[in-house]
């Protein structure tokens, strides 16, 4: 999977990075999208700052983009209203 992450706490834009993950696993209750849309918001540059680090448990390397809209992919067990190919906004 190609994503755009963080691998540290900053303000500077120019430390995300595109690169290669492992496909995440999917958990009960959870679903894998095919972002094909994603926007940034607020609270996506305080995350990426420390600004949230007592609120928000940070696994680097991070994610950002907490708005996105894609395709399901991937579906845990216990998603009965999902099925592969649903288009999704989050």
């Known amino acids: 999977m190609r994503a755009v992450v963080y691998d540290e706490y900053s303000s500077d834009p120019s430390t995300l990075v595109a690169r290669e993950l492992p496909t995440p696993k999917l958990f009960p209750g959870s679903v894998l999208v095919e972002v094909r849309a994603a ?4 609270v ?9 680090d007592g609120l928000i448990d940070a696994v680097f390397p991070v994610i950002p983009g907490w708005d996105v809209a894609g395709v399901v992919v991937g579906l845990g067990m216990d998603t009965p209203e999902f099925q592969i190919g649903d288009e999704v906004i989050a």
Not at 39 to 42: A, F, I, R, S
Not at 44 to 52: E, I, N, R
Request: aromatic share 8%.
């Open 39 to 42: 926007g940034v918001n607020p």
């Open 44 to 52: 996506d540059w305080k995350a990426m700052s420390g600004g949230l």
